[in-house]
């Protein structure tokens, strides 16, 4: 039976002297090397009683470890969750007793904060450190550098990444073996991803992006990568020449922009530039050419779905557009209300369907029901339309979120904690425009009659329990929220209201 994942996008390197990870130290990681680890690893776990099916939920810093640990649940069977590393504890307990994850692996400055919880879910804990110490890989030192693969079919699960709702309450998107290799070998294609190929990799490895789309990609091609931690402009301005592509979101884009060393001699050895997870504007796209000579290529997914769309690799690039489905994706734009198929040129929300489309929520068959339709179409939540060339262009959203830097926020989670506060009635969470980081979600808060609110206290309330990114930017008192003869808020009238807070001066 074999295992999928494994044999096409790890197994095809086993023993190859071929590169795989460039550092940033100048050393360069080869395919067996990387393997070798990954097998430590899946020892490890087996040793530690884990068995196919199972879940581990990891929050660590990037690193080849991590990377390698995805590698050895691939090869070992487990079903792989990785976690933002801004998530608070608070977070975090919700992710380890929702997924029943059997093994939980952080950071050791975590490991405090997380023993009870772990404790609590009969969990294992184990640390791997940005250095690659700590438990888990002295365990793993110990260890053959050889395993046998788990035999996996298709159809089994490989991965839950959480997402959140606009209920607040995060789901398990559950992510099948062919779910993840359909979308990886599509891309190798539709983007021309050979062994010559060195990908500039800065973005995190806990979520679709950095980790399906762009190491996937390169697994499944043989190229090679270059390992960042993070995105520093400083490596990526001097690493650039080394390397013929980029995926990014917006805001790389727009930092690079910003800086005026960023010219077309960095560039001439590129040969593709990639954006997603968040809205690329028309200027950056023009920008963008006239600074270097390259078109952006923009392309359009979620964690439910991997990839749907892209702008084609040989054919017109068209600012401001999605692109074209993929070829063994089916795309249509739905009523909202009754879930008819309408004419192209009409707005309503994107429906898709194809092998790279999730199999439903952890455990959560209700909202499974009520996104993922029986005929097997995934309701985005994405408004947008399909012109006369058969463009997708996304025109905003249906749900309520807001995208930071590539991060989703659902303004709901926040609200209910912002709701909870002493002197506060009522709130509503938005987005608002910013330079960097393309929208910021703010707060509006209502104060409860006689009250007014402690916004530091407030503050602290949101430190501790939500993840950097979600911090609102700003907290803003008003009488009362703006609403329609239905009761609702009118979020479009705040967002209007509060639109220049960080883009004008
Ligand atoms: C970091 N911070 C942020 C963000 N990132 N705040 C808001 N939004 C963010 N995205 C916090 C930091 O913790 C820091 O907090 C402060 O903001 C300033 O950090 P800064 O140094 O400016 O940020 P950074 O570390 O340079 O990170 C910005 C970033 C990064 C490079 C844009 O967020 C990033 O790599 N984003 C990519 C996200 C991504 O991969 N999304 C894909 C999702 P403090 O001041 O307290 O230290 S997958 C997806 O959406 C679908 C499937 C798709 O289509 O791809
Ligand atoms: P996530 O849940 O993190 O996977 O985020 C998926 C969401 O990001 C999509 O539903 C879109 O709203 C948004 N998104 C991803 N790529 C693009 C894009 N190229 N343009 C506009 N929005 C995008």
Sequence with gaps: MGNP?????????????????????????????????????????????????????????????????????????????????????????????????????????????????????????????????????????????????????????????????????????????????????????EWRFTDDDVLLHALPIFHTHGLFVATNVVLASGGSMIFLPKFDLEDILRLMPQATAMMGVPTFYTRLLSDDRFAQDLTQDMRLFISGSAPLLADTHVQFEDRTGHRILERYGMTETNMNTSNPYDGERRAGTVGFPLPDVELKVTDPKTGQTLADGEIGIIEVRGPNVFQGYWQMPDKTAAELREDGFFITGDLGRIDEDGYVH????????????????????????????????????????????????????????????????IMGAVRDALARFKHPRQLILLDELPRNTMGKVQKNILRDRCKDLFTKT
């Design 5 to 189: 994942l494994y044999d096409r996008l790890l197994g095809i390197h086993a023993g190859k002297d071929t590169p795989f990870l460039h550092l940033p130290d100048g050393q360069t990681l080869t395919h067996a090397t990387f393997l070798d680890t990954a097998a430590r690893l899946a020892n490890t776990m087996t040793g530690l009683e884990m068995e196919p099916g199972d879940r581990v939920a990891v929050q660590v810093e990037k690193s080849v470890e991590a990377l390698a640990l995805y590698a050895a649940c691939v090869q070992a069977g487990l079903i792989f969750l990785p976690l933002n590393t801004g998530y608070t504890t608070q977070e975090l307990s919700y992710f380890i007793e929702n997924s029943g994850a059997s093994l939980v692996v952080c950071d050791e400055a975590n490991e405090a904060g997380l023993a009870e919880i772990v404790q609590k879910n009969n969990a294992r804990l184990e640390t791997l450190n940005a250095d690659g110490s700590g438990s888990l890989m002295r365990r793993a030192l110990g260890m053959l550098p050889a395993f046998q693969p788990a035999h996996r079919s298709e159809d089994d699960l490989a991965a839950f990444l959480y997402t959140s709702g606009t209920t607040g309450r995060s789901k398990g998107a559950m992510l099948t073996q062919a779910n993840l290799l359909s979308n990886a070998e599509t891309l190798v294609q």
């Design 394 to 457: 996304i025109v905003g959203r249906e749900k309520d979120l807001i995208i930071s830097g590539g991060y989703n926020i659902y303004p709901k989670e926040i609200e209910l904690l912002l709701d909870e506060q002493p002197g506060v009635l009522e709130s509503a969470v938005i987005g608002v425009p910013h330079p960097d980081f393309g929208e910021t979600p703010i707060g509006i808060l209502v104060p409860a009659p006689g009250h007014t609110p402690d916004i530091e206290a």
